[in-house]
């Protein structure tokens, strides 16, 4: 399917492991020019590297912390007129919350919050103003199923995911659509560190945690970051202009629920 997207700019949080990689490759082989959006500089150019391999061309990228009000105000200043924005950043450490103090909710509510909703404010109206945006939060399955060990994800999550669901039934109307894309388990470097966390805490052996998630899941293995990738860079298309406020689940069948 042709999305209709080449010359689009987009702007990718994350853009350099994993499920905010994924999605960049896929929107640069659609002709998306794309920017990639990370702390370390190292990483960027190593992934702007394996995505021209694969795509042909090789995104931009630029070092940023999404949890730094400068950091965002920057990248919005180097790159006029984003068509695509995709919200992401690191997950929560897994934990009790007895011991989380109020720095660690503000940490996890600028990662996972407050910093989206401020990427959002910077470039809606623009693209309501040209009649086309597509917004993805990348989220988590923990807003619909908590998981207890990520009550900071839960709660940041739940704030960003009650939002926009307001905020996008304000600019669907100018072709500006914002969603929520919420994987389940998937293979990633960011996976494998809360793996080795949970490993850590419980005194198991990293393996043996793998695999029980493994098991544990309806599809019997993990998801694979391109599958991601694909999902996004359809809900970033022409064809999904009809689609918005929506929470998607890719998780193998995970969630147990009808609805
Ligand atoms: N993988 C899963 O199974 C899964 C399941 C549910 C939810 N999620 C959520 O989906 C998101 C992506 O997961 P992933 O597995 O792709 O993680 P990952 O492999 O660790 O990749 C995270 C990416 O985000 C960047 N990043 C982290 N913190 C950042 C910040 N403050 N500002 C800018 N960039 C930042 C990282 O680069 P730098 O570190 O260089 O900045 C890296 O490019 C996470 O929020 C995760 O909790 C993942």
Redesign the pocket.
């Known amino acids: 399917m042709e999305l209709g997207i080449s010359g689009k700019t987009a702007l990718v949080?994350?853009?350099?492991?994993?499920?905010?990689?994924a999605a960049a490759l896929q929107l640069t082989r659609e002709g998306v020019q794309v920017y990639l959006?990370?702390?370390?500089e190292e990483?960027?150019a190593s992934a702007a590297r394996d995505i021209g391999r694969e795509a042909g061309v090789e995104p931009a990228f630029i070092v940023?912390?999404?949890?730094r009000e400068a950091d965002r105000a920057s990248v919005v200043a180097s790159v006029a007129a984003p068509d695509i924005l995709i919200n992401?950043?690191?997950?929560p450490v897994p934990g009790d919350f007895r011991s989380w103090r109020r720095e660690d909710w503000l940490d996890a509510l600028d990662?996972?919050m407050l910093g989206p909703i401020d990427m959002i404010r910077r470039v809606v109206d623009g693209m309501a103003e040209r009649e086309f945006g597509r917004i993805i939060n990348?989220?988590?399955?923990?807003v619909k199923t908590p998981q207890l060990e990520l009550g900071l994800?839960n709660g940041a999550r739940s704030g960003l995911t009650g939002f926009v669901a307001g905020l996008a039934r304000t600019v669907s109307h100018r072709n500006v659509t914002i969603n929520n894309i919420l994987?389940?388990?998937?293979d990633?470097?960011?996976?494998r560190?809360h793996v080795a966390e949970m490993a850590r805490q419980s005194g198991r052996p990293f393996e043996e945690v793998w695999q029980a998630r493994v098991a544990n899941s309806t599809a019997r293995r993990f998801?694979r970051a391109e599958e991601f990738g694909a999902l996004a860079a359809f809900l970033c298309s022409q064809h999904a202009g009809y689609m918005t406020g929506q929470n998607l689940l890719i998780d193998g069948g995970s969630y147990p629920g009808t609805f």
């Open positions: 949080w994350g853009g350099s492991r994993g499920l905010g990689k959006l990370g702390r370390t990483s960027l940023a912390d999404m949890t992401n950043a690191d997950g990662a996972m990348i989220t988590s399955r923990s994800s994987p389940g388990v998937f990633t470097d960011g996976q560190r998801g």
